[in-house]
């Protein structure tokens, strides 16, 4: 889903001047903090970049974009601990993607300093607040996620998700 992610954002940003990264990019959020690695960070055209030899950016990305693994400590660190983190450093749009539910929520930052839900959707396509131009098609990254093996220790040769041997 990520590669997924990083390939459409990486699409539509790169000829607008803006930049997509993955789990490379690590947030310096707090000056005691050892920093959060999203799993993928988008600075928006006319986005003020990281610098490129510091170790921890400073400056927070336009929009965050965090998978939920199945694990519910997992979830609850991604959908509850972040939210107040992302929203604290300044981070615009915190998106949530969620494959076990099929469902991506976007928060957008308010001038109070909180997220407010800017779209909640589970399947379609969808244009993407802050993104001019930008619509993502829920249903095909479902379609992508459907053709990946059920689990990888099987070799490949088990069932796909969602569907039955």
Excluded: N
Aim: proline share 8%; aromatic share 8%.
């Amino acid at each position: 889903m990520v590669a997924w992610l990083m390939r459409v954002l990486g699409v539509w940003a790169a000829p607008r001047g803006g930049r997509v990264f993955g789990s490379e990019l690590k947030l310096g959020m707090r000056a005691q903090d050892r920093g959060r690695k999203p799993d993928v960070s988008m600075y928006l055209p006319g986005a003020q970049l990281p610098a490129r030899a510091s170790p921890m950016a400073t400056r927070p990305p336009s929009a965050v974009i965090e998978v939920i693994s199945p694990r519910p400590r997992d979830a609850r660190r991604d959908r509850i601990e972040k939210l107040g983190e992302y929203a604290r450093f300044g981070v615009r749009y915190y998106w949530i993607l969620d494959p076990q539910v099929r469902g991506l929520e976007i928060f957008e930052l308010g001038q109070d300093g909180r997220y407010a839900v800017a779209l909640s959707a589970s399947e379609g396509g969808h244009v993407v607040p802050g993104c001019e131009g930008l619509t993502l098609d829920l249903d095909a990254l479902w379609r992508e996620l459907d053709e990946l093996p059920e689990d990888e220790d099987d070799g490949g040769a088990g069932t796909a998700a969602g569907r039955s041997p």
